[in-house]
C-alpha cells in the first residue's frame, strides 16, 4: 500500500463527480447572468487565508485497490504545504510542497524522496504550482485562463465554459448562493480529465464557505482511472501553526 501513498496523499489534496442534490425550492438559473458577474462573484467568495490547518479522510480508488486514510494539512499562504498521512494511529507518510519543490518521507521503508515541483506533473499530471495547491484545498476555482468564459444557465446552476488549444474548463455554479459546485477540465496535450465536485459547504470565521465535501475523479495516461473523495472537518484558519520537516540521517533517498 505505502507505494502508493505519495499519489494518494497528492491526488488527494489537488485539490478534481456529481453535482449536489437538488434542493426543493431550488432558484432557477436567470439567462442574463453574464460571465463577469459570475467570476466576480466567484471572485468574492474566494478563500485566502495567511493559515489553514484541517483534518480530513481520504478514500481512494483506482483499477488496482481501494485504500482508505486520514491525514492533516496544514498551509502558509504561498508558502508551504504540510501534510501527515495516518492510518491506524501511525503515521505513514508526511509531505511537505514548497513552492519549487516536493518532499515526501516514506515512514514505513525509512526513505525520502526529493524532487522538483514539477513532479506533481510529470509523474501524476497535477498541477505544478503550489498556489494551485492551494487553491484546490481550500476549495477555490482553479483557472488556467479566465479569458473567453461562456455563461449560461444549466437548471438550478449557471455554467461557465472555456475552449483553449491545450485546455477545456468547466464550472457549475450554484444560483441560489453563487457558490461553486463542481468544475472539469480536460488536459488535452496530457491526455488527462479531472472533474471535481465540492458539497456541503458550511461557515469558518468571517462568515466563509468552505466545501467539506470533496469528490474527485481523474481518467489519463498518468492516472489511469482513479476516484478520490475527501471529508474535510476541524478546519481552523488564520491561526500560525508548527511546521516540523526533518529527514532522519537514517532514511535513504528513495530510488
Known amino acids: 500500500m505505502l507505494k502508493y501513498l505519495p499519489a494518494l496523499l497528492l491526488l488527494g489534496l489537488l485539490a478534481f463527480s456529481s453535482c449536489s442534490a437538488t434542493r426543493k425550492g431550488a432558484k432557477t438559473a436567470k439567462k442574463d447572468v453574464n460571465a463577469a458577474y459570475l467570476l466576480g462573484q466567484l471572485a468574492k467568495n ?9 483534518k480530513l479522510r481520504i478514500d481512494y480508488t483506482d483499477d488496482a485497490q481501494s485504500v482508505s486514510a486520514s491525514a492533516t494539512i496544514r498551509m502558509k499562504r504561498d508558502s508551504l504545504v504540510w501534510a501527515s498521512v495516518r492510518k491506524l494511529g501511525f503515521e505513514l507518510a508526511r509531505v511537505l510542497v514548497t513552492p519549487d519543490s516536493v518532499y515526501v518521507l516514506d515512514r514505513i521503508n525509512n526513505e525520502y524522496t526529493v524532487e522538483s515541483l514539477d513532479y506533481l506533473s510529470t ?16 476549495g477555490n476555482p482553479l483557472f488556467f485562463d479566465s479569458r473567453g468564459l461562456l455563461a449560461e444557465p444549466s437548471g438550478t446552476a449557471y455554467h461557465l465554459s472555456g ?43 468571517g462568515n466563509q464557505n468552505f466545501s ?23 478546519v481552523e484558519t488564520d491561526i500560525p501553526k508548527d511546521i516540523r520537516f526533518e529527514i532522519p540521517d537514517r532514511y535513504t533517498r528513495a530510488k
Do not use: C
Open 46 to 54: 474566494r478563500l485566502q487565508p495567511d493559515w489553514f490547518e484541517g
Open 123 to 138: 509523474s501524476y499530471g497535477l498541477p505544478a504550482e503550489l498556489g494551485q495547491l492551494q487553491d484546490f484545498i481550500l
Open 163 to 205: 475552449r483553449g488549444p491545450e485546455m477545456e474548463s468547466d464550472y457549475w455554479i450554484d444560483a441560489n448562493g453563487l457558490l461553486l459546485n463542481r468544475m472539469a477540465f480536460h488536459d488535452i496535450r496530457n491526455e488527462q480529465k479531472v472533474n471535481v465536485g465540492l458539497e456541503e459547504y458550511g461557515q469558518l470565521s
Open 212 to 234: 467539506y465535501l470533496r469528490n474527485l475523479e481523474l481518467e489519463g495516461r498518468y492516472t489511469g482511472k482513479t476516484a478520490v473523495v475527501l471529508k474535510f472537518s476541524s
